[in-house]
């Protein structure tokens, strides 16, 4: 059983930055196959890739829409994935939801591409 857990959704202001975490935890979940990846899903709309980390080699992968602005890391010796997201916009609010696919990094892009899901965590940017 693999689980996920993201914190560190909160309230901020435009402009301001934040850093999301996921916790991943699991007997079987077998680190070095799998790729991690950050979502967000906004009311009534898609849920949407934002970026993904290889766990073997911390190769990464953003969407467009986000690139040089939002960073993913990870701390292996902590088995958590990070979403450092920096000058926030009020349409960066949403639920940020981490997950785990076993797909290649680079064609890891859609959510049907993983495997597992955390619970998500809310981020409220207000103007």
């Known amino acids: 059983q693999v689980q996920l857990v993201e914190s560190g959704g909160k309230l901020v202001q435009a402009g301001g930055s934040l850093r999301l975490s996921c916790a991943a935890s699991?007997?079987?979940?077998?680190?070095?196959?799998?790729?991690l990846g950050w979502f967000r899903q906004a009311p009534g709309k898609d849920r949407e890739f934002l970026a993904t980390?290889?766990?073997?080699?911390?190769?990464?992968h953003y969407a467009d829409s986000v690139k040089g602005r939002f960073t993913i890391s990870r701390d292996t010796t902590q088995n958590t994935v990070y979403l450092e997201m920096n000058t926030l916009k009020p349409e960066d609010t949403a639920v940020y939801y981490c997950?785990?696919?076993?797909?290649?990094?680079?064609?890891?892009?859609?959510?049907?591409?993983?495997?597992?899901w955390g619970q998500g965590t809310q981020v409220t940017v207000s103007s």
């Open positions: 980390i290889s766990w073997n080699n911390g190769n990464t």
């Open positions: 699991g007997r079987t979940f077998s680190f070095s196959r799998y790729a």
């Open positions: 997950a785990a696919s076993l797909k290649r990094l680079r064609t890891a892009v859609k959510a049907y591409d993983y495997d597992h």
